[in-house]
Every structure is written in C-alpha cells, then in structure tokens.
C-alpha cells in the first residue's frame, strides 16, 4: 500500500473519514482524461477496500459503492483494480442479491475478460465463482444470463490457473440453472481443452497438478446429461487414439459419464466402443489402459442394459432372461466364437471382458453365466487336449 492508502486506511479505521468520502477526495483521479491517472485512483480505491475490516465499510455503503464500481467496469484501465474492490465488498454480510445482480449483469456486459492479463481474469472467475457460491439463487434466477455470460468469459482461456476455476464453476452451475438451452454453448467452449495437457513449472508454488486439471475437466464435461449427445462421439474416438494416456482419459471420463448421460447417448456408440475396448484389452500393450478399459465396460453395461425383473429377486429366482436383449451380443459373440474355436486363443482376456460385463449387473451376471457356462463345461468334459483344457480354466478363473 502507498502512504497515501494507509493513511486513508487508518482514517477510516478510526472513524475520522468515510469511504464515501476517500471516493470524493480521489474524484480527480477517478474522473480524469488520462487514463494512468483513472487508474492509480482505482488503484487507491483497491488496496484500501482489501484491507479494510467489515466493521468499517457501513452496509449503507456497500451498495453504493457497488453501483459506483459496476459503472466503472465500462473504464477498461480501471478494471483489473474495479473487480479487486468489488471482490473485497462481496465477502461483506452487506452485499445483497441486488448487489450480486448489478455486478453479475456489469461483468457480463461491460468486461471482455480474455482481453485482460491473467491476474484480471483469474479475479474475474474468482468473483463469478463466489457470487454463485454465496448468492446461488441469484445465478438461478438469472439463468441464461449467467450461462451465457460465462460461456464468454471462458471462450479462449489458455491459463491453466483460470481453467481450473473456470472448469470446477462448470458443475455448479448446472447444478443451479438449468443449462438445456444453451448446453452447446458451455459444450463448446470447455470441450476443446478435451484432452488436456501441460506441465506444471517446477518450484512456482502457484503451479497446478496435471491430474487435478484433468479431473475437474472430466467434472465439467460430465456433469449434465445435456452434454451427453454431443460429447459421446468424440470421446469414444479419443479411445483409439495413439497416445496412451489420451486412451487412459478418454475411458475415464467416459466411465464418469455414466453418472450423468442417458442410455440411450451411450447405446448409440455402443458397437463402436465395445470393439475398441476388446480391442485394447487384447493387445494388453499397456496395464492401465487396460483397466481404464475394462472399467468402461463395466461402467456402460450397468446403464445400457436391462435390469432384473422385480419379481426375480423376492421369489429367490434367477431373473427370466429376455431373448431379444442384444447389448451384451458385441462381448458375447466373440467370447463364444473363441471358445468354440479348435484352439482357445487370448484365454485371459476373454475371461476378462467376460468379467466386467458380468460384474455389471446381477442380470447381465445371469446372460453371461447362461451364454458361456454351458459351452464351457462341456468342452471341458469333451477336451482331451491338456492345454485346451488349461485355457477353458483360465477363462473360468475370472
């Protein structure tokens, strides 16, 4: 702080000025032609309110003194240090709903936040960010306002401190608002960081974890069922990618899906995705992809199938299994070809998939048993071969 600000400080403090009056006295700078002087007096303005206690900013002033800063954010110099002052007035017990509206409507309007160095926007997320935090029926209320407000702030963010608090607003604000009318425009302008990645700067203590980058992204993308149509698609084709850890992520985050996305949005992709995760698993070129796999599968069966009749498990009974149930025929088909086949090849992997898909659901559990362990056990009363014999245990052994 300059001497000028702690000595506004300490005045205030004591009660022998009042913030209104500091506005009045720094009128000259505020309401200058140059802009470097505009600047400093929000400059003052800034480090005084951050400062400052609750006790001595009068809630008669709050809001004052927001519509004051609200009407400055058409000023581009003054902005990095306008949203720093109303970032310290929003903390206060006094900032209202009113106050939450006229800021968030100002935001949105007057301030281009990609315009601006990181230190502005990161302030610009943060402020959104608590707004939505502490004022929640304000974000609600506004709706489309607040969606498409956000949406262009974020379009173009390249810094990975601001796309973390931006990806991790995301979730809550479809929590909030309901996002179906403007869906595709937060889709667009988070999807395209998918998949990303970026190495963190050794020894900067404000540096962020990759993985925690990667896990709020996955967050944002699946967080709402709106999203489902449009990323399913690009996600699954991220799995044949060539790199490792795209796979890796892109079954990731297609597991977390089934949280959030339909079905229907899963069963539209789901030959596509079968093929290339028996794909993977059967190559087994690499651990991890194969259990990101793996889980996947077992992830997308417990949604996209059936489950068991309700009266099957109060009767004690194994559940009736309905013939024309054709999702599990993209593992089933090529485990019974393999198993039937003079030479049982990729045992392990065959039982593996198996597995998962059996793991799914107690209904799937019974299509699986019903599909293979009949073929199973009588090859193995028929086989004379010790290692046909030794591969139909080995798909057992899952």
């Known amino acids: 702080?300059?001497?000028?600000?702690?000595?506004?400080?300490?005045?205030?403090?004591?009660?022998?000025?009042?913030?209104?009056?500091?506005?009045?006295?720094?009128?000259?700078?505020?309401?200058?032609e140059e802009a470097g002087r505009r600047s400093k007096g929000a400059h003052v303005l800034s480090d005084v309110l951050t400062e400052l206690p609750e006790s001595a900013i009068p809630a008669q002033a709050t809001t004052r003194l927001v519509q004051f800063f609200c009407a400055r954010l058409?000023?581009?110099?003054?902005?990095?240090?306008?949203?720093?002052?109303?970032?310290?007035?929003?903390?206060?017990?006094?900032?209202?709903?009113?106050?939450?509206?006229?800021v968030l409507r100002a935001l949105f309007k007057e301030?281009?936040?990609?315009?601006?160095?990181?230190?502005?926007?990161?302030?610009?997320?943060?402020?959104?960010?608590?707004?939505?935090?502490?004022?929640?029926?304000?974000?609600?209320?506004?709706?489309?306002?607040t969606v498409l407000g956000f949406a262009q702030m974020l379009d173009g963010e390249k810094d990975p401190r601001s796309l973390m608090i931006a990806f991790q607003i995301i979730p809550k604000l479809a929590k909030l608002v309901d996002i179906k009318n403007n869906a595709d425009d937060i889709?667009?302008?988070?999807?395209?960081?998918?998949?990303?990645?970026?190495?963190?700067?050794?020894?900067?203590?404000?540096?962020?974890?990759?993985?925690?980058?990667?896990?709020?992204?996955?967050?944002?993308?699946t967080c709402s069922a709106h999203f489902g149509e449009m990323a399913i698609k690009p996600l699954v084709e991220k799995t044949t990618a060539t790199s490792q850890s795209v796979k890796i992520d892109a079954y990731e985050t297609l597991t977390a899906a089934t949280q959030t996305y339909s079905p229907e949005v899963f069963a539209s992709e789901m030959e596509v995705l079968i093929e290339q995760i028996r794909e993977d698993v059967v190559m087994a070129s690499d651990e991890k992809v194969v259990n990101a796999a793996l889980d996947t599968l077992e992830a997308v069966y417990s949604v996209v199938s059936p489950a068991a009749p309700l009266t099957?498990?109060?009767a004690g009974q194994t559940p009736e299994i309905d013939e024309t149930t054709t999702s599990l025929d993209y593992v089933l088909k090529d485990a019974i070809f393999q198993l039937t086949a003079e030479e049982v090849?990729?045992?392990?992997?065959?039982?593996?998939?198996?597995?998962?898909?059996a793991r799914s659901s107690a209904y799937n559990c019974n299509v699986v048993s019903d599909a293979v362990l009949p073929i199973v056990v009588e090859r193995l009363g028929?086989?004379?071969v010790l290692t046909l014999r030794r591969e139909l245990m080995d798909v057992l052994n899952y």
């Open 382 to 384: 028929s086989a004379e």
């Open 345 to 357: 090849k990729n045992s392990d992997q065959v039982g593996k998939l198996l597995l998962a898909a």
């Open 74 to 102: 058409s000023d581009a110099t003054c902005v990095p240090h306008v949203l720093a002052s109303i970032s310290a007035l929003q903390r206060l017990s006094s900032f209202t709903d009113q106050c939450s509206v006229d």
């Open 312 to 314: 099957s498990s109060a």
């Open 111 to 145: 301030v281009h936040v990609q315009s601006f160095q990181h230190s502005t926007r990161s302030t610009a997320y943060k402020l959104l960010d608590q707004i939505i935090q502490s004022h929640p029926q304000v974000a609600k209320m506004m709706g489309d306002d």
């Open 187 to 221: 889709f667009d302008v988070v999807f395209c960081y998918f998949p990303i990645t970026f190495k963190n700067r050794e020894g900067d203590p404000s540096s962020i974890s990759p993985e925690l980058l990667k896990s709020s992204l996955r967050a944002a993308i």
């Open 1 to 32: 702080m300059s001497c000028y600000c702690v000595f506004s400080y300490v005045d205030i403090v004591k009660g022998d000025m009042s913030l209104l009056e500091l506005v009045q006295a720094l009128g000259s700078y505020l309401a200058s």
